[in-house]
C-alpha cells in the first residue's frame, strides 16, 4: 500500500509537449491511468540504489511528487505540503515480503510541514491473479489501511485493490474506495490504461488521456496518492 492523503500541488497550466525530469534524473516509464491522471516514474543519480520518484500531472500541470525506497516504502511526497515517513516505522513496508510469502502488514507514522501528523495501519495482499495492461504484466493486490490523527481518531480508510510490477519493485494504482473519516465511501480508480517506455509514442507526455471529460464535469473520482 501507498496510500497517504493527496495532496495537490498548485498546477502551472500545461501544454501538450514531454515532461523534462530533474537534473541527473531518468525517467523509465510513462503511465497513462484513469482519473486523469499521466505519471513518469523515474530514479535519480543521488539517491540511495534502488530509490525512485513518481510525478503525476493532470491537464494543468504537475500535481503530486511521491518518493519510495527499494521495498517500494513510501518516504515522502509533495503535495500542498511536504509529508515524510518518521523514523522507525512500528512495521515498515517491504514488497519482499509481499512478493515472498503474498502478504504485508505496515504500521508506520508521517509528519507534514504544516504541523500535522498521521499514523498509518493496515496491509497488501496479493489476490494471486495477474493482469496484462498494454503488454506489461502486473500482479494485483488488496489492500485495507486506516488512517488515525496523534489523539487515535480515525480520520480516513482506504480499500480496494492495486498492481505491483515487481520488476520495478513498485505500486501502480487500481480500484477502491476512501472514506476521509466521515462514513461515506467514496469510489477511486487510478488503473493504468497505457504504459510508454523510452523511445515509444506517448512517453514523457504532459497531457493525461483518460477520464478527463469525467472529471472536468466535476463527478467525484479518487485519485490514488499511490501507484507506489
Not at 497488501?124 to 502486473?138: A, K, P, Y
Not at 486506516?146 to 489523539?151: H, I, K, L
Request: proline fraction near 6%.
Amino acid at each position: 500500500m501507498r496510500w497517504v492523503p493527496f495532496l495537490l500541488l498548485a498546477a502551472s497550466p500545461a501544454f501538450a509537449g514531454t515532461w523534462t525530469p530533474p537534473e541527473g534524473c531518468e525517467v523509465y516509464v510513462t503511465i497513462q491511468s484513469r482519473g486523469c491522471i499521466v505519471s513518469h516514474q523515474y530514479r535519480c543519480e543521488r539517491d540511495p540504489a534502488g530509490d525512485q520518484w513518481r510525478v503525476d500531472l493532470d491537464q494543468q500541470g504537475e500535481i503530486f511528487y511521491s518518493h519510495i525506497d527499494s521495498e517500494g516504502q513510501w518516504l515522502e511526497s509533495f503535495g500542498q505540503t511536504r509529508q515524510v515517513l518518521d523514523p522507525a516505522p512500528t512495521d515498515p513496508n517491504r514488497i519482499s515480503d509481499l512478493l515472498a510469502t503474498g502478504i504485508d502488514t505496515g504500521e508506520f507514522s508521517v509528519s507534514r510541514d504544516d504541523g500535522t501528523a498521521s499514523r498509518f495501519s493496515g496491509f497488501d495482499r496479493l489476490t494471486g491473479q495477474e493482469v496484462v495492461i498494454d503488454g506489461v504484466t502486473l500482479q494485483e493486490t488488496e489492500l485495507d489501511y486506516t488512517e488515525f490523527d496523534r489523539a487515535g481518531t480515525v480520520i480516513g480508510r482506504a480499500r480496494g485493490h492495486e498492481f505491483i510490477n515487481a520488476e520495478w519493485r513498485s505500486f501502480l494504482g487500481g480500484m477502491g474506495e476512501r472514506d476521509l473519516g466521515d462514513g461515506k465511501w467514496l469510489p477511486m480508480d487510478a488503473s493504468p490504461v497505457e504504459f510508454a517506455f523510452p523511445g515509444e509514442d506517448g512517453f514523457l507526455a504532459t497531457q493525461p488521456k483518460f477520464d478527463c471529460d469525467v472529471v472536468t464535469a466535476g463527478i467525484p473520482l479518487w485519485r490514488a496518492s499511490y501507484g507506489q
